[in-house]
């Protein structure tokens, strides 16, 4: 018999509740600290050992505020989920649940993991981890840093701004790119402490469109989606975690829309593997082979970019998986369609 535990999480707090054999009950509020956990962590043994249950603790992924439970969970023997919200949520309205308070909330979290398979979390390694979070450090400062450019620019063009005004936006500027160096030195000076990332980052840039802007965030994806399968993932099915299958539309004979990707993974991410689709097809690659064949065959530019962009990411996986560089000679060869003439 397995417990199944819901945890609603916040900031300051967590609700909880479990289910068992079908019936559900809530457990209270704890405060999401260390004693908030072990506060958890007793009562629920205490259910544990009246049942001789296993216990199973489905957390719904809250900006982050959810990852020491979590791994104060893991630490106790337990398993834990992190499903997508989006399809916690629609489940819910599946069964007609509406209400949504915090106690709800993880009502339906046990419920659904009672009644829905769900992958087990595991963290990332911390060598990966840490870099994880310096990249999107990076990220923030650089965005940061162009909105602030705009500003100046902007300012640039109006009559009668104070002085004061352009000082604070210069120095904004100066400090945000002060801290940008020292975040890109950080990233450089921990692969030099990480060979293996280091290796990995060799034989990522291998693959056709994988380069330095993306080689980083593709390699924190692909040791996540090992994490996840314990090394067995497929690549069909990372292009599904990461939003990229495609999503028909039909039924009957009349009922016909435009296929579109799911998008059910990090928008981000996909935004990156499209860029490097774009750029990888401009060369003289078997990605851009690729490319040409499904335009030849009549596909749309941006469908054969999507294609392209799912292709990088097979590539990667299985560069990634077999630890050995890309062959391009191992891919069958056809020779490229180009599109007819008008």
Same mark, same amino acid.
């Given at each position: 018999m397995t417990v199944f535990v819901g945890i609603d999480i916040a900031k300051a707090s967590f609700a909880t509740a479990t289910c068992v054999d079908g019936t559900s009950q809530t457990l209270g509020v704890f405060p999401n600290t260390r004693a908030g956990f072990e506060a958890l962590v007793a009562q629920?043994? #205490?259910?544990?050992?009246?049942?001789?249950?296993?216990?199973?603790? %489905?957390?719904?992924?809250?900006?982050?505020?959810?990852?020491?439970?979590? $791994?104060?969970?893991? #630490?106790?023997?337990w398993q834990v989920s992190m499903p997508n919200p989006r399809h916690?949520?629609?489940?819910?309205?599946?069964? /007609?649940?509406?209400?949504?308070?915090?106690a709800q909330d993880?009502?339906?979290?046990?419920?659904?993991?009672? &009644?829905?398979?769900?992958?087990?979390? $595991?963290?990332?390694?911390?060598?990966?981890? #840490?870099? #994880?979070?310096?990249?999107? $450090?990076?990220?923030?400062?650089?965005?940061? %840093?162009?909105?602030?450019?705009?500003?100046?620019h902007a =300012? /640039?063009? $109006?009559?009668?701004?104070?002085?004061?005004v352009d000082a604070s936006v210069a120095a904004i500027l100066h400090a945000l790119e002060a801290s940008l160096s020292t975040v890109t030195r950080? %990233?450089? &000076?921990? =692969? &030099?402490?990480q060979p293996r990332l280091r290796e990995g980052v060799r034989l990522l840039r291998t693959v056709p469109g994988v380069g330095e802007r993306n080689v980083l965030w593709l390699l924190v994806l692909l040791h996540r989606w090992q994490t996840l399968t314990d090394g067995e993932g497929l690549g069909k099915g990372l292009v599904a975690y990461l939003g990229l299958d495609p999503q028909p539309f039909e039924s009957g004979s009349s009922v016909r829309r435009r296929a579109r990707i799911s998008r059910m993974g990090a928008a981000h991410l996909r935004r990156r593997l499209f860029m490097s689709a774009l750029g990888g097809t401009r060369g003289h690659n078997a990605l851009r082979q690729f490319y040409l064949r499904l335009v030849g065959r009549g596909k749309p530019k941006k469908v054969a970019l999507i294609a392209a962009a799912r292709k990088v990411l097979v590539w990667a996986?299985?560069?990634?998986?077999?630890?050995?560089?890309?062959?391009?000679?191992? %891919?069958?060869?056809?020779?490229?369609m180009l599109p007819a003439s008008p």
């Open positions: 629920l043994r #205490e259910a544990v050992r009246s049942r001789e249950s296993a216990v199973q603790v %489905i957390i719904e992924p809250t900006g982050g505020y959810e990852v020491p439970l979590a $791994r104060f969970v893991l #630490e106790h023997g916690v949520r629609d489940w819910a309205k599946s069964q /007609g649940r509406r209400a949504k308070t915090d993880a009502l339906l979290l046990a419920r659904y993991g009672a &009644e829905q398979p769900v992958r087990p979390w $595991r963290p990332l390694p911390a060598a990966v981890s #840490e870099l #994880e979070s310096l990249l999107q $450090r990076r990220d923030d400062l650089e965005q940061l %840093i162009g909105q602030e450019r705009n500003r100046q =300012l /640039g063009h $109006r009559p009668d701004v104070a002085p004061a950080a %990233i450089n &000076e921990h =692969l &030099e402490q996986w299985a560069v990634f998986r077999t630890r050995t560089a890309f062959d391009p000679t191992r %891919i069958p060869r056809r020779p490229p």
